[in-house]
């Protein structure tokens, strides 16, 4: 079975439609369950959520690792799906998870579109085919086995930015990790708002920083000040 787990705030003008996606391509309840985690959203991201199908559970903290986590606890699946909000799997993507575990990957993710067709975006997009750890962030979403997740120490909940690229790496350490040759669709909405160049350029700041082990408190003060939402 497997279980996609959304963290979600404020997200109810995509959540809808990303959850009736999911429910079309499912096979049955019994392989897949759709569990959105939310972080005390202040619109109607439950409302919605709960009208397309999805199971809602309410986060006792808010933050994206910590949403995760939780989703991850409550949890039937045998395997687990991080999926973003704005973010559309491939119309295969349950026959994809399932046929990579059976070739022994026990993790991995799928490529990454947008959903504007600027030649900037389809080159951030092409990009993400290599097997480069810093290319690896939750846009793509991230597939794991329930009990290598849990042996690996789930997500680390003292980051506020940067969880979902510092995951990879442990993963890395633990099992064999596959980028599926098909991609998800992601909403450009970002970029458009906070300019293509210009976006690119200060998530690879906050990347570079973090690794040259600038404190959470620093980079996410960066992401505030710099990036419009």
């Not at 991995?108 to 030649?119: M, P, S, T, V």
């Not at 597939?143 to 506020?160: H, P, V």
């Not at 970029?191 to 210009?198: D, H, L, P």
Request: glycine share 6%; charged share 30%; with cysteine.
């Amino acid at each position: 079975m497997i279980s996609i787990i959304i963290p979600v705030y404020n997200e109810g003008k995509t959540i809808g439609s990303l959850v009736r996606y999911l429910k079309s391509k499912r096979v049955s309840d019994q392989e897949c369950e759709i569990i959105v985690v939310d972080g005390k959203s202040e619109d109607d991201t439950v409302q919605t959520a709960k009208k397309a199908g999805a199971h809602v559970i309410n986060s006792p903290k808010k933050g994206r690792a910590r949403q995760m986590n939780y989703g991850a606890e409550k949890a039937k699946g045998e395997i687990l799906y991080f999926l973003h909000a704005d973010t559309f799997p491939p119309q295969t993507f349950i026959d994809d998870i399932q046929k990579t575990f059976e070739k022994g990957f026990l993790a991995g993710c799928f490529r990454l579109q947008f959903d504007e067709a600027r030649w900037l975006l389809r080159f951030y997009g092409w990009c993400t085919r290599f097997d480069i750890p810093a290319f690896r962030f939750g846009d793509q979403s991230l597939f794991i086995s329930k009990s290598l997740f849990e042996e690996i120490g789930r997500f680390r909940e003292n980051l506020i930015v940067m969880e979902d690229n510092e995951i990879i790496y442990r993963i890395r350490k633990k099992s064999k990790f596959k980028i599926i040759p098909k991609s998800v669709t992601t909403s450009a909405r970002k970029y458009e708002k906070n300019g293509y160049v210009r976006l690119q350029f200060i998530f690879t700041l906050i990347y570079c920083l973090y690794h040259l082990g600038v404190p959470q408190q620093g980079l996410v003060k960066i992401y505030k000040e710099y990036i419009y939402r």
